[in-house]
């Protein structure tokens, strides 16, 4: 559908649409069916066009789209850096809190898997601070919140805090809650089990880790189940529902 509406725009050189199209495509690549290469091929043309239209905000989206992306394809690559960095500057230029908590958002992730703890936490507990801002007014900045919270705490927890790591898990767990979504609720239940177990508290760690594995497999989630399993397996924790048991 977003091919055909992306050709139609092409025929009729309608650039304003083409380029919004193009990024609705980019999204389908990416998160439908996982093909990153294509998606960096589509976002990099809508960048390009949100460029030539002067369209600072759509450009803004795409730069981070373009980075996020490309650091998902190969982490080693150091381009993505430079997209998210430009996308801040310009998100930070435009006194647009929107976009600057996506952008931030972006860097406290990336810099969580360069394992750059300090600096993962300080981006994570500013997109953390914008998303609670807009919380109210942008149903959109509940996902910035959530998955915030859930990166302050795997920061945290690597720099040593667990008492602060919890609390953020802890804080996101209700937030779960409070939007009923129920994956959410398991990645909060496993992240608090992790805090538990580097606490010593088993038994603490075993209710954390056993309800994350019942919200997985409610939700067909089978390979956070099966990563998780293992994880228990590996810690010594009891998988209690016989069905759970992967080989």
Request: aromatic residues 8%; without cysteine; hydrophobic residues 40%.
């Amino acid at each position: 559908l977003h091919q055909a509406a992306v050709q139609k725009a092409r025929e009729t050189n309608d650039k304003e649409s083409l380029h919004l199209l193009l990024g609705k495509l980019g999204n389908a690549y990416r998160e439908l069916y996982d093909d990153t290469a294509k998606a960096l091929e589509v976002y990099k043309e809508a960048l390009t066009l949100a460029k030539h239209l002067q369209d600072e905000q759509s450009e803004v989206t795409l730069l981070g789209a373009v980075g996020i992306t490309s650091f998902h394809q190969d982490p080693s690559k150091g381009d993505s850096a430079s997209y998210i960095e430009r996308a801040y500057q310009l998100a930070k230029s435009k006194q647009d809190n929107v976009l600057l908590s996506h952008i931030t958002h972006y860097k406290g992730f990336i810099a969580l898997h360069l394992e750059k703890w300090e600096e993962a936490n300080l981006w994570s507990r500013e997109a953390l601070r914008l998303a609670r801002e807009l919380y109210q007014q942008e149903p959109e900045a509940t996902t910035n919140l959530f998955f915030s919270l859930l990166n302050i705490g795997e920061a945290e927890k690597k720099l040593g805090h667990l008492e602060l790591g919890r609390k953020a898990r802890e804080e996101a767990l209700q937030l779960a809650s409070e939007q009923q979504n129920v994956l959410w609720e398991a990645y909060a239940h496993e992240g608090i089990a992790e805090i538990h177990h580097e606490l010593g508290k088993k038994e603490e760690a075993q209710y954390h880790y056993q309800q994350a594995l019942e919200l997985f497999y409610e939700n067909n989630a089978l390979s956070d189940m099966e990563i998780l399993v293992q994880t228990m397996k590996e810690q010594n924790y009891s998988i209690k529902r016989k069905d759970m048991v992967l080989a």
